[in-house]
């Protein structure tokens, strides 16, 4: 029976990304709860009492907006820096490069592997958060926004793996891109706090509509389309933008 490299390709990412958890679960778990523990003391705790930001308490609108912070940090970790290791020190990726592999089903498996490592600290944010006083309603629409958010920032760190030319570039591209989203779009306080002009180039990100659409549905309401929408087409321009790069870094 003649194998399919597409699916080939994409089980073999996700082989990778299986292992490298498997060897090392420990420490991805104790890294992916760092920060989001942080955020739920010192918000929820310190600030939860004093803060009131719509009519349900603060916690219930912090704990969404961590869950979309998580997912893209995780996911965009999980892919950009491991990538840029094989590109630049280990230079293994070149193999991938002039290999049959067809590159938008690797590049498609680079994002679920980082979606699905999102989805892992995503979960462990939300058993931690009901200790805290957490309540939400949970539906498969729910993990559904956390998976494409997570796709999305997959795809975008394989554009940055592939464009930096130092590992430290990754950082800097952590700095100025996912640094800003994660303070600014609808994490931490509502847009409408915002100035106007502000508000409406947050409105166009995509943790923007991540977060907002699972805090409205950990209230209760139905799933927004519109945002299920922008993260699906932002997932898939990111997913077409990385593969023009690393084509165009194959034929070099």
Not at 183 to 192: G, I, R, V
Not at 214 to 235: D, I, W
Not at 242 to 249: D, G, K, Q
């Amino acid at each position: 029976m003649r194998q399919n490299p597409i699916v080939n390709a994409v089980v073999t990412v996700l082989w990778e990304k299986w292992v490298e958890f498997r060897f090392e679960w420990k420490k991805i778990t104790a890294s992916a709860l760092v920060s989001p523990l942080l955020y739920l003391i010192a918000l929820g705790w310190g600030l939860g009492s004093a803060s009131a930001v719509t009519e349900r308490p603060y916690i219930d609108f912090l704990v969404p907006g961590i869950l979309a912070l998580t997912t893209m940090n995780t996911s965009f970790s999980a892919v950009a820096q491991p990538l840029n290791v094989q590109r630049l020190f280990e230079h293994s990726f070149d193999h991938i490069i002039i290999s049959p592999t067809p590159m938008p089903a690797y590049i498609f498996g680079q994002m679920l592997g980082g979606s699905l490592r999102g989805m892992y600290s995503g979960v462990l944010i939300l058993l931690l958060s009901f200790p805290f006083g957490a309540s939400m309603c949970l539906s498969p629409a729910f993990f559904l926004v956390m998976l494409l958010n997570g796709m999305t920032f997959g795809a975008l760190g394989v554009m940055a793996a592939v464009l930096a030319s130092t590992h430290a570039d990754i950082t800097r591209f952590s700095t100025f891109v996912i640094l800003p989203m994660t303070f600014l779009c609808n994490t931490f306080f509502p847009l409408d706090r915002v100035p106007g002009a502000v508000q409406t180039l947050i409105r166009l990100l995509p943790l923007t509509h991540a977060s907002g659409s699972l805090r409205s549905m950990a209230y209760g309401a139905a799933p927004s389309l519109l945002s299920l929408g922008v993260l699906a087409l932002y997932a898939a321009a990111f997913l077409a933008v990385a593969n023009l790069v690393v084509l165009r870094r194959k034929n070099l």
